[in-house]
């Protein structure tokens, strides 16, 4: 079972880009589909909706939701989650201008945690030049952590730049995991924050990501099972690749509380 918990689409609606999609996350079981920030949350809802109902057996949908802008109450996230069929929310805290405890955003974890919907920040990179890092931080969402303990939340590709945040944050919260969508370009970034995660113990909280389509699911697989391999000759520590293969094959939608299909 591989489950890539970070995949995004633009305008799902459109045959083209929804055939990309499908090709590229050929390789893996089930895959999280994100929409994107590029329109009103209404719409880009509709159209995930539209072209996850297509692939039941192997996405699971997320809402967008911008918490100071959009309507936040119990009819409209039970309509996202009976009606749309979406599963999770997630947040663009940065972009959104947001602070993640704000108390309109405190009034939709209340609900997503009643929902058993899980909340997806979307904080890490890339980051516009009007994004506010501010709120891209993980430390602030231990707030929401302790008020909503029963909420799952994911820190997007594991709240870059602020790794250490974010391994502090899945240390201390048992609801708290981390995506680990990470460029495997960039192989001294991935070495390090996986090796933190290793040496913290908390390996068991990371979720597999590529970020499509910014990544693949396949190159990012290969990267992280032959990653030893790049430092076979040299002093630095190596991962048990145990480890890293339980994390690729985690069943995040179980962890998370998915059931597949997935129904209201």
Known sequence: MIIDCHTHIT??????VAADHLA???IVNVCFVLPAPD???????????????QHKSRMVGFALINPLSDKVSSRTINFIRRDLELGGIVLYCPDFNCHPAHSRAMRLYEIAQELKMPVFFHSGSPLGPKAVLDFAQPYLLDEVARTFPNLKIII?????PFVDQTISMITKHPNVYADMTL???????????ITLAYEREVMG???FGSGY????PAAYIEALLGFNKLFAN??????PREAIREAVERDSAALLGFTLPLRA
């Open 11 to 16: 305008s799902p609606a459109s045959g083209m």
């Open 24 to 26: 590229v996350l050929d």
């Open 39 to 53: 329109s009103s949350s209404k719409d880009v809802n509709r159209a995930v909706s539209e072209y996850v109902r």
């Open 156 to 160: 997007g590709s594991m709240g870059m």
């Open 183 to 193: 460029s495997p370009r960039r192989t001294w970034e991935v070495f390090n924050t």
């Open 205 to 207: 909280k990371l979720l």
């Open 213 to 216: 389509p910014l990544g693949s």
């Open 234 to 239: 040299s002093s630095l520590p190596a991962i």
